[in-house]
């Protein structure tokens, strides 16, 4: 069997995944996994991936989970182009040191204002402090200032002139916050413009195909009270 991705285009990191496979014309099976129905956390799927998470990814008889661990399996296995995980020690450190930040910092922030703008109060009904969102709100602002000035700074990209992994995942990550009604590019001349290169390296088209699920995802309708309470236990300890 050959490769198989599991995800749903909901999640930042699947779509990450997801452009960066078709955007290299990486034959895959798309295995898709359905997270507001719970498809992740059924027996069926902890067979691909025990921690019940996406993307996964199977090869064969190899499986691995975790975007970043995948994104890197899929750069060196197929011929890309050099500019997505430089061989060039220090412009491929660069991209390291944004991978590194982008979890504590950026996923995090870009995670909780989806939720606490569309998550909780649209799809499982739970009410959310306007204290609480306005808090988020302002750490938004502070990690795109951090985005602009320790990474972006005059470059055409994140680490460089070329578009790389760093910018796949950035990019993914804004788009929560967009899909959550956030001007997230307002006010920010240089990150709107980063955003179109990024879409034009990328493809407009397959840009727009990898978020059309996330930009709807404000019109998502109430959870089924099933599912809700599945999901909650666990979705509460995401965001703590």
Not at 78 to 85: A, L, R, T
Not at 169 to 193: D, S
């Amino acid at each position: 069997m050959g490769l198989e991705l599991y995800l749903d285009l909901l999640s930042q990191p699947c779509r990450a995944v997801y452009i960066f496979a078709k955007r290299n014309g990486i034959p895959f099976e798309l295995r898709p996994v359905e997270l507001r129905k719970g498809q992740h956390l059924s027996d069926a799927f902890a067979q691909v991936n025990p921690l019940k998470k996406v993307p996964a990814l199977r090869d064969g008889d190899f499986t691995l989970t975790y975007s970043v661990a995948i994104l890197l399996y899929l750069n060196r296995k197929y011929k890309v182009p050099d500019h997505w995980y430089p061989q060039d020690l220090q412009a491929c450190a660069r991209v390291d040191e944004y991978l590194a930040c982008s979890h504590d910092s950026q996923r995090r922030v870009c995670l909780f204002l989806i939720y606490k703008k569309v998550m909780f109060p649209v799809f499982l009904g739970e009410p959310v402090s306007p204290e609480m969102l306005a808090a988020t709100l302002a750490e938004l602002d502070a990690t795109l200032q951090l985005l602009e000035d320790k990474f972006l700074q005059n470059k055409a990209f994140l680490t460089g002139p070329h578009i790389s992994l760093a910018d796949l995942i950035a990019i993914t990550e804004l788009m929560h916050p967009v899909g959550a009604g956030c001007q997230v590019f307002e006010g920010r001349p240089k990150l709107a413009a980063w955003r179109q290169r990024v879409e034009a390296a990328v493809g407009k088209d397959l840009f727009q195909e990898a978020h059309e699920v996330i930009l709807k995802a404000k019109d998502s309708p109430p959870a089924d009270p099933i599912i809700k309470q599945k999901l909650m236990p666990r979705v509460l300890a995401m965001i703590q």
